[in-house]
């Protein structure tokens, strides 16, 4: 038997290739960043290694025949169609696991050799035998998504190292209002990115220095294009050019100057990545034709948010700043940038249907009695791209506006998304939710329950009586703190949504969705709520606060299905109320196979693996 250790000296060539093209890069620009990058490298190699690990564990693979427990507890076994092993801890196995840097899993190969790899390319090529390059189409790419992952990932926890480091204070109490935007500094202190997909980082198509310059752990100011579309050109829903000139009115005077006859224009923020590397290559026949103009010497300061793509426009003071004007939109833009699973365009399906179900859910709102003040939807009134002649909407150049967090935020009050309460706070080596519980002065389970009993009535209440399914994983989940303390909950992003057109109908309510929206089957529409908010943000939450607070998560989830089982009652007399009660309270949760998904031709499309509810045993 020979044993090894396949460590980044004998990682695959896609492994090493992307490390040392980030790192010469890195060099040309700043040596000691290079130095800290290549520090960060076993860490970032352990963390996704976890998560495909983890995805290795529990998804449904062709290359897995079976999948055990080991004597003892601390490793587990995935058995090889081929009749090779792998073997790992098992506690990294399981969703959001710890990844301890020096992670490894051995390879037992059906020769008798053992491999130790320590790098996800390698364990990738361990359930993914060479040559099925043909079989699986767009998948051949994985191994350098893995590795891009990799180098993305240690860049961006230089990035977190250097701001806790040198970062101004972010109070989960009262909200500082000399700060720019204290959404953006919390969003920006996410820096691991999914916190499930093997391709966390995954960022096809940047360079190392695209993200020094536009990737929000970097805390950037971005300066944001403004593209005019010839109204010919155009399709949009409400009044995007409206919106920006009132928002930013500089924008009108330089398109006055800068047009012919502004009238016969529209105004389309563009992402300054997507400028360079897209429009200026692909649609040069439509600039030299005037269907297209870049208006000159003229950007809105942006802060890129989580997402990369989405954007809040720069204030001078905090929300809760007396007299001046509201916060500006955010601004969702179109990147050709494959992040995760997908390339991050807006679709014209999404340019139709965020205005359309914006309004559907004001409407909702109000039917409801706006939800106590306790819930809001951030919506998205206004939208717009360009019509390509041949080709029709573009989906490379096209913008949604949203309305921003802070006109949600009262004095005293600060915003941030449920996926930062478990990322190290901007300053610090806490999770943010510990530093909220600290400042709430209550411990994990009564701070938890308060956040339940905002989250889970409206949620519940939207899927069963109105047939709306909300995408609410903890990206586009935000929750309000006073003084630590949840006391309110804003939802964004409408494109993950699904609608049930028939729920809907017995309440008189007809609205044209286009897409995948529109979904009647009950099982697609409580899929995509559980999936997003069990499986996913309340999982996570479950494991941080269990991990940092010593409170069992036996005891943590007693509290999430106390607070369901009060928001079911309001709901009993609702016809579909008992189906969709069973699936969230059944033996088994939606985890998307997000491992699956990639190795697949639809590679956008949902697939998902069964796991164990902790909500169904708990009392």
């Known amino acids: 038997m020979t044993i090894f250790a396949a460590t980044s000296a004998h990682a695959t060539e896609a492994g090493r290739e992307a490390e040392r093209d980030a790192a010469a890069a890195l060099d040309r620009h700043d040596p000691e960043l290079a130095r800290d990058y290549l520090d960060r490298l076993p860490a970032a190699r352990a963390k996704v290694l976890g998560r495909l690990w983890g995805a290795v564990w529990r998804e449904p693979l062709e290359a897995v025949s079976g999948r055990h427990a080991n004597p003892g507890g601390r490793d587990v076994t995935v058995v090889l169609a081929d009749g090779g092993r792998l073997v790992g801890p098992g506690a990294s196995a399981e969703p959001f696991g710890p990844y301890p840097a020096g992670l490894a899993v051995r390879w037992h190969r059906p020769d008798g050799e053992v491999r130790v790899l320590d790098h996800p390319v390698d364990l990738l090529a361990a359930v993914r035998p060479p040559g099925r390059d043909g079989r699986d189409g767009q998948s051949r790419r994985l191994p ?193 940038v494959q992040m995760t699973s997908a390339v991050r365009t807006v679709s014209a399906a999404a340019v139709h249907n965020g205005p359309v179900l914006s309004a559907l859910m004001a409407e909702i709102s109000r039917r409801e009695g706006g939800w106590g003040g306790r819930f809001a939807l951030l919506g998205e009134p206004a939208s717009g791209c360009y019509v390509d002649p041949a080709h029709g909407p573009s989906a490379s150049l096209a913008a949604l506006a949203r309305v921003p967090a802070a006109r949600h935020v009262r004095p005293g009050e600060v915003a941030v998304p449920a996926a930062a309460l478990p990322a190290r706070a901007p300053t610090g080596d806490v999770p943010l939710v510990a530093e909220a519980l600290r400042a709430a002065g209550t411990g994990a389970p009564a701070w938890l329950d308060a956040y339940c009993r905002l989250v889970l009535p409206p949620l519940l209440t939207l899927l069963t009586r109105w047939g709306v399914a909300l995408e609410a994983h903890g990206q586009n989940t935000l929750v309000v703190l006073r003084g630590g303390w949840p006391v309110r909950v804003l939802y964004r992003d409408l494109g993950g949504v699904r609608v049930s057109p028939r729920r809907l109908a017995r309440h008189g309510l007809t609205p044209t969705l286009r897409g995948d929206l529109p979904a009647e089957h009950p099982d697609l529409l409580r899929d995509k709520l559980t999936a997003s908010l069990v499986s996913t943000q309340l999982a996570e939450l479950v494991t941080v606060l269990a991990a940092w607070s010593g409170t069992g998560r036996t005891a943590l989830w007693d509290v999430v299905a106390t607070a369901c089982r009060d928001a079911w009652a309001d709901l009993a007399g609702e016809p579909n109320a008992a189906g969709d009660r069973r699936a969230l309270s059944g033996d088994s949760v939606p985890v998307k196979a997000m491992l699956c998904m990639r190795l697949s031709a639809e590679q956008t499309a949902d697939r998902w693996v069964r796991l164990p509810n902790p909500l169904a045993g708990a009392r």
């Open 144 to 336: 350098a998504e893995l590795a891009g992952s990799v180098a993305n990932l240690a860049l961006a926890l230089v990035a977190g190292q250097r701001r806790r480091a040198g970062a101004a204070p972010f109070r989960v109490g009262p909200a500082d209002t000399g700060q720019p935007d204290p959404l953006a500094d919390a969003e920006q202190a996410v820096v691991e990115g999914h916190p499930l997909h093997p391709c966390c980082r995954t960022r096809t198509g940047m360079s190392v220095e695209d993200l020094l310059d536009c990737a929000p752990e970097w805390a950037p100011v971005v300066s944001l294009p403004v593209l005019a579309v010839r109204r010919d050109r155009y399709s949009g829903r409400g009044d995007l050019t409206g919106l920006l000139c009132a928002e930013h009115p500089g924008l009108a005077a330089v398109a006055r100057t800068a047009l012919p006859d502004p009238s016969r224009y529209a105004l389309l923020p563009v992402h300054p990545w997507q400028l360079r590397r897209v429009l200026l290559a692909r649609y040069c026949e439509a600039l030299a034709a005037g269907e297209l103009a870049v208006l000159p010497a003229v950007g809105i300061d942006t802060r890129p948010l989580m997402s990369l793509r989405t954007l809040a426009p720069v204030y001078p003071a905090g929300p809760a700043t007396a007299g001046g004007p509201p916060p500006a939109c955010h601004l969702k833009t179109a990147v050709d």
